[in-house]
């Protein structure tokens, strides 16, 4: 069925423009999205790599051992602390989201034996 009015040749093209103006908005928010889930990843990743480190040295392994199996977990920096009766590793990388690098933290502590 047709419309009884004519089109309206004064709005052709504003889906066009508000498309242009609302896209990089969505993208912008897309990719603080895509960053937040990045960062909960690497959360995790320096959890774990945290966790290598204070049961390794809980173990009876050198600090350079332990250390260094940080790193081949993905840490930039790994943090080792004793306080009672505990082995505390702290590991922390640098994960960039919309172009700025937020350093990420995890944190692990194990039993000395």
Do not use: K, N, W, Y
């Amino acid at each position: 069925m047709r419309s009884p009015f004519p089109p309206d040749t004064r709005e052709r093209g504003t889906v066009t423009a508000e498309l242009a103006v609302v896209l990089p908005a969505v993208l912008l928010v897309l990719a603080g999205c895509l960053g937040a889930l990045r960062l909960g990843v690497e959360q995790a990743r320096m959890d774990a790599a945290a966790a290598v480190v204070a049961r390794s040295i809980a173990r009876g392994d050198p600090a350079g051992t332990a250390v260094a199996r940080g790193a081949a977990a993905g840490a930039a920096a790994v943090r080792v602390d004793h306080r009672a009766g505990l082995v505390c590793a702290r590991a922390q990388v640098p994960s960039p989201v919309l172009g700025l690098p937020l350093p990420v933290t995890g944190a692990s502590c194990a039993l000395e034996p």
